[in-house]
């Protein structure tokens, strides 16, 4: 077996294995995921499609962009460990090989493992290069690249995430807190600009050294061990947030260019997506309490105790999140009444049949059509 | 006391109690058996976190599931997975929070625990998880004191530290274990297994 059978072997090995048990990682994600699996794949192409039309307003560029740089860095995360080889790592780095055969078959496994995302924008952008080249040659630069910046500054940025996908910490600050805070302004601002910004932002975010918050002492007893547990598992708590922010993206997207009506039919059935998103959170804490339910027996608190405690945990969970849903302000009232009356649908849903639970709140969603 | 009343338990595949009537007056027992003989889950059974098929189990006349009952008793059994995402130490504060008790890391410095305090429970060796999960058993000063296979993984310091503690504890004591040689204490009763199988 050559060396490249060997790593592109483990990556296989480890995106089995990664299928098998994301099951087991965040479940409300997954129930949505045979749903929502032709729009993912769908999203990075939109995205695309949206950052090459150099008539795209700014701020829509910079939200297609953000989705786009998010999907990237959550889809090379998730395959790291099968890119790296990182379960194997002491045998690997007994291997006879040079550190540039080692980097080359690293950086080809990266693009196997995350072709849409990389070789995408790549192939547009030479689509578009090769396929104006009359244009190029006979305009203005300055014409030149006000068509090919957008595409080309979006290659080079999800090069930059790749790499920080794998190589260096979780860019919090460049691709959550950053664009999170700057969604008002980014009509305003000319694109060249956002992107040396977020570029600069990307590279200085490494720098910083690591720091951990403390955890509020506010919550004591079993909000304190759920907690806990989340804080353990942050993966699963990024997937949802992130999750999230591709949601509250598409449906920012989407509803600024379609009509209000077609708008308003959009943001019905984001307020669905995103009802079950939030409201599954109840799963993950019932399965962290199903797993130490022997211990947590044990301690003088009842079963319905315990459950409840779940229940009050995954609503104040879900609090910050519905935050971000105001702070991104593409809702009206009517759709805030659903994404609550849907929220807690699911809840008591989950708590009648952990199984079926997405029955309730797409029966409720049918009610909710039929009615109005 | 602890006491099984007529007390079966079934498992798809096998009977592992039926209508067993057991009381348990003395202080110290020991109960012995080969692996799989059903040594935990009856200790299980008798910290209530096993519901029987039939039958009551009961500890000073009260059954074992009730919450008074459950401060009066400590258990350390691999079965009852400690939460790993805690540090050692979160989970001894945790745990005496919910048992309204004062944490005293005395016993934790006995066992030679104290360096491992602020260790995530993920990440401990298994002699020293055995040494948290007998600290869980005993911080809130239970009556009845419910361990399983108590000496495996512990090296010879920690096995004598665990024994002193063990002599002094003044409540009923319930130890499960295939090979008592380990063990210093003097036992009021000893059961086989196979005994409890064949009464039941």
């Not at chain 1, 749903?35 to 990075?44: I, K, S």
């Not at chain 1, 939109?46 to 150099?54: I, K, P, T």
């Amino acid at each position: 077996m050559q060396y490249w059978q060997f790593r592109l072997t483990v990556y296989q090995r480890h995106l089995e294995a990664w299928l098998n048990t994301i099951k087991q990682a965040a479940a409300g994600v997954v129930y949505l995921f045979p749903m929502a699996m032709p729009a993912l794949l769908m999203l990075p192409l939109l995205a695309l499609g949206v950052m090459a039309d150099s008539a795209t307003s700014t701020q829509q560029y910079c939200l297609a962009l953000w989705g786009f740089l998010l999907l990237t860095h959550s889809w090379v995360i998730l395959q790291k460990d099968g890119i790296l080889a990182t379960p194997y790592e002491h045998y690997h780095n007994g291997l006879p090989l040079s550190t540039a055969q080692r980097k080359v078959t690293t950086a080809l496994l990266t693009v196997y493992a995350s072709h849409v995302f990389v070789a995408g924008p790549i192939l547009l952008f030479l689509i578009m290069a090769i396929g104006n080249v009359d244009l190029l040659l006979t305009e203005p630069v300055s014409m030149s690249l006000h068509q090919l910046f957008p595409i080309a500054a979006a290659c080079l940025l999800s090069v930059q995430v790749i790499r920080l996908a794998l190589f260096s910490r979780y860019p919090i600050i460049g691709l959550i807190l950053g664009p999170l805070m700057t969604l008002p302004l980014l009509g305003e601002v000319a694109k060249p600009l956002v992107i040396i910004v977020w570029s600069g932002v990307l590279f200085a975010e490494q720098k910083i050294p690591a720091f951990r918050l403390g955890l509020p002492l506010l919550l004591k007893g079993l909000l304190r061990f759920f907690l806990q547990a989340d804080i353990a598992q942050a993966n699963k708590v990024m997937l949802r947030l992130i999750s999230l922010l591709i949601l509250l993206i598409c449906a920012q997207v989407f509803m600024q260019a379609v009509n209000l009506d077609a708008a308003i039919a959009a943001g019905y059935l984001c307020s669905f997506f995103m009802a079950v998103l939030l409201g599954s959170k109840l799963l993950d804490t019932l399965q962290v309490k199903a797993q130490h339910q022997f211990y947590l027996d044990s301690l003088p608190v009842t079963r319905t105790t315990q459950s409840t405690l779940a229940v009050i945990y995954s609503t104040l969970y879900c609090i910050p999140l519905l935050a971000l849903i105001l702070w991104f302000d593409s809702f009206n009232l009517s759709h805030w009444v659903l994404l609550l009356a849907l929220l807690v649908v699911t809840k008591v849903g989950i708590l009648l049949s952990q199984k079926y639970f997405l029955i309730f709140p797409c029966c409720a969603a049918i009610v909710a059509w039929w009615v109005f | 006391m602890l006491t099984f009343t007529a007390v079966s338990l079934r498992y798809p595949t096998a009977t592992i109690f039926n209508n067993l009537t057991l009381n348990l007056p003395e202080k110290r027992v020991v109960i012995t058996g080969e692996n799989g003989s059903g040594k935990t889950t009856l200790l299980m059974l008798a910290a209530g976190l096993v519901m029987p098929d039939a039958g009551e189990i009961a500890f000073n006349s009260q059954p074992v599931t009730s919450q008074q009952n459950k401060r009066r008793i400590g258990i350390s059994a691999s079965k009852v997975a400690l939460p790993t995402f805690f540090t050692s130490r979160e989970l001894l504060d945790f745990h005496c929070h919910m048992h309204q008790c004062t944490l005293d890391l005395t016993m934790a410095e006995q066992l030679g625990f104290s360096p491992f305090l602020q260790t995530r429970v993920s990440d401990l060796s298994l002699g020293n998880y055995k040494k948290l999960s007998l600290l869980t058993a005993l911080l809130h000063e239970p009556d009845l004191l419910l361990l399983d296979e108590p000496t495996n993984g512990l090296d010879d310091d920690a096995r004598h530290a665990m024994n002193a503690i063990l002599s002094d504890f003044t409540g009923q004591l319930i130890i499960a274990s295939h090979d008592t040689a380990l063990l210093s204490l003097s036992f009021d009763r000893e059961i086989p297994m196979q005994h409890i199988r064949g009464v039941s």
